[in-house]
C-alpha cells in the first residue's frame, strides 16, 4: 500500500528515517501543493494547516533496500554533462558541447559517462562523487521544505536513462539535518531571493579575497537587474547553494542587496551580461580578483 501525506505532518527527515530503518526500496514523490479550501488537524487534536492536493511533481526519490540511489528535482538540471560541470570536472564550454553531441546522437548518461570515460575526460570516480554530490544536494533542499504532498510508492522504478549510485540515507539524515541548521541562518541573512546584488565600489574590498569556481560562475551574472532567484536559475543552483555564496560575497564585503531596476523579471532567467551601467566595475573587479586567484578547470 502507498505510503502518502504531507510535510507538515511527516517530514522529509522522518520519511527517510522510515525508509533507511525498514529498508524499503520504491520511489518518493513530492508534488506542488494545491489549496483546496479545507483544513488538515495535527495530532494534537487542536493545530490546524491547510490542506493541500497533490499538483505536479516536483521532486522525485528513488531507493533500493533502504539506500538512495537517484534523486531530481525541478530547476535543478540532472543531465551527466551539467552535473559534472557543477562538480568541477568540464568546464561550461565542455559541458555545453559535450551536451549538444550526446542530445544530437540520442546518447543516455550511461553511454555518455561511457564514452567520457574512454576519452579521458573524466574517470569513473569523478563521475560517481559528482553524482553522488548532486543526489545529496537535492535531499538537503528537501529536507527544508514544510508543506507538500508526498506519495511514496513500493513498486515505483527510477528512470532507466540514468546512473543510479547507491548512497548510505544514516550519512545524509546527519548531514542533512547540519544543514538544515546552516539553512535557517541563511535564510534570516538573505530572507528574499527576489533582491538583486551590485558590487562595491570600494577598491580595498577587492583585497585578499579568493574565489572558488562556483563563486566565479555567480559573479558573471552579477548587476541590478538581475534577482538572485534569476542568477540561481542560470548557475543550475539550489536556494541553499546561491545564498551560501551570497553570503561569502555580502560578508567579504563585494557586493550589496539592492531592489532590482528592471521589476516584472522574476520569473526570467538572469542575463549573461552584465548590464551597460555596471560594465566597467565589473571589470575592474573581475580583473582585480583574476590578479589574485584565477580559477583552473578540468
Known sequence: MPLKGNLAVFTTTQLL????????TGVLTIFEGVETGDKLTLGDGETQIDKLAPGRPLATLAFREGKLIYAEMEGKDGHLASILNR????????????????????????????????A????RN???????????????????????????????TPPNNRILVPIDLKNVIIEGTRVMHEQEELEKEIPNLDLALKFTDDPNAMRGVKLGKA??????????????????????MTDTEIRRIVYSLLQAGLVSLVKPETPGRRHQTAALNPSKPDRDVVNRLITKLRSIKAPTTS
Open 17 to 24: 528515517n522510515l525508509i533507511n530503518l525498514s529498508k524499503r
Open 87 to 118: 562538480a568541477g570536472k568540464l568546464n561550461e564550454e565542455q559541458a555545453r558541447l559535450i551536451r549538444e553531441r550526446a542530445e544530437a546522437r540520442n546518447i543516455n548518461d550511461k553511454g555518455l559517462a561511457l564514452s567520457l570515460i574512454n
Open 120 to 123: 579521458n575526460y573524466v574517470s
Open 126 to 156: 569523478d563521475i560517481i562523487q559528482s553524482i553522488q554530490k548532486h543526489t545529496v544536494s537535492i535531499v538537503f533542499d528537501l529536507m527544508t521544505w514544510k508543506r507538500e504532498p508526498f506519495l511514496f510508492d513500493e513498486n515505483g
Open 215 to 236: 563563486e566565479w560562475r555567480v559573479v558573471s551574472f552579477i548587476n541590478p537587474n538581475n534577482s538572485i532567484r534569476q542568477i540561481a536559475k542560470a548557475c543550475n
